[in-house]
């Protein structure tokens, strides 16, 4: 795992873990279809989980095992909600869910226009309490930012205070663009690819993200 930050802006954190490697790798496989694919996002939404939610505080609680009593830890302070972008990042969400149960789910409906790259927002439903609540982002692609910086101005509207970004692949300009607008929101992410090509497709990339995992195109 790496994890960088330039002055003044929030963290990067590569969570470049041998299992998250090879999952990824199969699913940039062009030969990789829609069931696996869906798959691996999920499993290894699960594995970036584990590594951004490190930072959750716990406390000990009085337990009973079989044999004693003790103080044991258990998750404590802010609770959490996720919030995917959709389409592509439900499915994160979704698998994600299953590690906290507990968690609320908020959704934010954005696609990318073809022609000026630029998000068009759609649909936006969050948790009433989101500013009390810890909010994992979720996105498998970080590609020029635009989508990721306005679902994150939509949830501090909402007032949501503490915000980290979920990803599967990103490229520096997302990082950018994500650390320009909102230099206070983390980013978790399973690697960081060389750029964008000419229509804005992370390159090497995997596609479509939604098209993807969902069989459209
Ligand atoms: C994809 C992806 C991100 C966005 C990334 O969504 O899931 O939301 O593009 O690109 P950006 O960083 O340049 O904004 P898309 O617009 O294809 O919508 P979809 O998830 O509904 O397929
Ligand atoms: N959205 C995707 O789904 N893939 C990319 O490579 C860029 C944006």
């Known amino acids: 795992m790496t994890s960088s930050s330039l002055p003044g802006t929030a963290k990067v954190t590569v969570v470049d873990h041998p299992l998250i490697l090879h999952k990824l790798s199969l699913m940039r496989d062009v030969r990789t279809g829609v069931k696996e694919f869906r798959e691996l996002a999920g499993e290894l939404s699960m594995l970036l989980a584990y590594e951004a939610m490190r930072d959750l505080e716990t406390a000990p609680e009085r337990l009973s095992t079989p044999i004693q009593d003790d103080d044991f830890p258990m998750l ?80 501090k509207e909402a007032g949501a205070q503490s915000i980290k970004l979920m990803t599967i692949l990103s490229v520096p300009e997302g990082i950018a663009a994500v650390h320009a607008a909102h230099p206070d929101v983390d980013i978790v992410t399973a690697a960081i690819d060389t750029g964008l090509n000419d229509h804005g497709y992370i390159v090497p990339g995997l596609g479509d993200a939604g098209d993807r995992i969902y069989g459209t195109k």
């Open 76 to 155: 404590s302070g802010k609770k959490l909600a996720l919030v995917a972008i959709l389409r592509a990042g439900l499915i994160m969400a979704d698998a994600m869910v299953r590690l906290v149960p507990a968690a609320k789910v908020g959704h934010i409906g954005l696609y990318r226009d073809p022609a000026t790259l630029k998000p068009v927002a759609y649909y936006s439903k969050l948790p009433q309490d989101i500013s009390e609540r810890r909010v994992f982002v979720t996105d498998p692609m970080l590609a020029t930012g635009g989508s990721a910086v306005a679902a994150i101005q939509t949830l």
